[in-house]
């Protein structure tokens, strides 16, 4: 059996013998702007550190308005069992985060039906106990979004700028490209008629060598 054939069926048993592997946790911040009468969703993930070590992990919100000074519960999801606290969110929360797994990563929830009174801060806690042994360890850590609801969609000054120096840099190569070809259009040309030209020069040089030699016998004569 050749190297080849004995490295690919290592591969091939390795692969067998692999569990399933999991997806990268990638922290991710929040979006911030919230177009009223819509929906919006609040990102909050917190990822483990140490993926081999079992662990739970349950998730809290709290919101605190623009024109209120102490936070309020907002919202909780517990193994799986979500409430809602606050009475102004009634029926307009979701959970987005992780499913079927108590082993939480990412604490999202969505606002349905988004109003102009949602503007605050809105601050998620996760609180995650890893399992060990012969030991338990507690985690905490929270995340803040400051939230804005606007009445409709705008584009930011910095999207707008953004987009017509895309522009400007799909023209301005498109015209450097069309310049680059003419000038090597030329210069192909140019090449092309001095080659011409030396060429005329040699066969002209080497034509007289070329002649009869009798004529200048009989011009002797």
């Known amino acids: 059996m050749s190297a080849v054939m004995e490295l690919l069926l290592s591969l091939a048993l390795l692969a067998l013998q692999a569990s399933p592997c999991r997806g990268a946790c990638v922290e991710v911040d929040s979006n911030t702007e919230a177009v009223a009468h819509e929906a919006f969703p609040l990102g909050c993930i917190s990822c483990k550190m140490r993926g081999e070590v079992p662990a739970t992990a349950h998730v809290e919100w709290y919101f605190k308005a623009s024109d209120a000074d102490n936070f309020t519960h907002l919202y909780s999801y517990v193994k799986g069992k979500a409430a809602i606290g606050d009475p102004r969110f009634y029926d307009r929360l979701q959970w987005n985060g ?124």
């Open 98 to 221: 992780s499913n079927h797994t108590d082993d939480l990563q990412d604490g999202s929830i969505v606002i349905l039906n988004v109003t102009l009174n949602d503007t605050g801060t809105y601050k998620c806690i996760f609180k995650r106990t890893l399992k060990y042994s012969n030991f338990e360890f507690q985690t905490s850590s929270n995340k803040t979004v400051l939230v804005k609801v606007v009445p409709k969609f705008t584009r930011g000054l910095a999207s707008i700028l953004s987009e017509v120096m895309m522009y400007v840099s799909i023209i301005g190569l498109q015209v450097w490209l069309v310049i680059e070809m003419i000038y090597c259009y030329r210069k192909i040309s140019a090449a092309g008629e001095e080659a011409l030209r030396e060429s005329a020069a040699e066969y002209l040089a080497v034509a007289p060598e070329t002649k009869d030699p009798c004529a200048a016998v009989q011009v002797a004569e």
